[in-house]
Nanobody
Framework: QVTLVESGGGLVQAGGSLRLSCVAS????????MGWFRQAPGKEREFVAG????????PYADSVRGRFTISRDNAKNTVYLQMNSLKPEDTAIYYC??????????WGQGTQVTVSS
């Protein structure tokens, strides 16, 4: 059983930055592909960014590419999402995930990001 705990969300003005963190416990962190989804009010959950076990591949949603950067520190069991040049449309609850090669995915409880115009 893997537990994921996100932090770093908050209220920021448009153009500002935030860094989200997700700490994993209860599993072998380096075995999981990690990443972030988000869900805005009234919308479906959407993929934001991912990072494979070794960190070499980092796909991004088109809407965040060039502004967000995902990284991981396997020694700290932590995945990060650096978010720059934030826009009001980035407002959402951001969820961390850990994906096993077997196909099972664990989810965190989410952290709220609000970007004011």
């Amino acid at each position: 059983q893997v537990t994921l705990v996100e932090s770093g969300g908050g209220l920021v003005q448009a153009g500002g930055s935030l860094r989200l963190s997700c700490v994993a416990s209860g599993g072998t962190f380096s075995r999981y592909a990690m990443g972030w989804f988000r869900q805005a009010p009234g919308k479906e959950r959407e993929f934001v960014a991912g990072i494979i076990r070794g960190g070499g591949s980092t796909p991004y949603a088109d809407s965040v590419r060039g502004r967000f950067t995902i990284s991981r520190d396997n020694a700290k069991n932590t995945v990060y999402l650096q978010m720059n040049s934030l826009k009001p449309e980035d407002t959402a609850i951001y969820y961390c995930y850990a994906h096993q090669i077997t196909g099972y995915t664990y989810w965190g409880q989410g952290t709220q990001v609000t970007v004011s115009s």
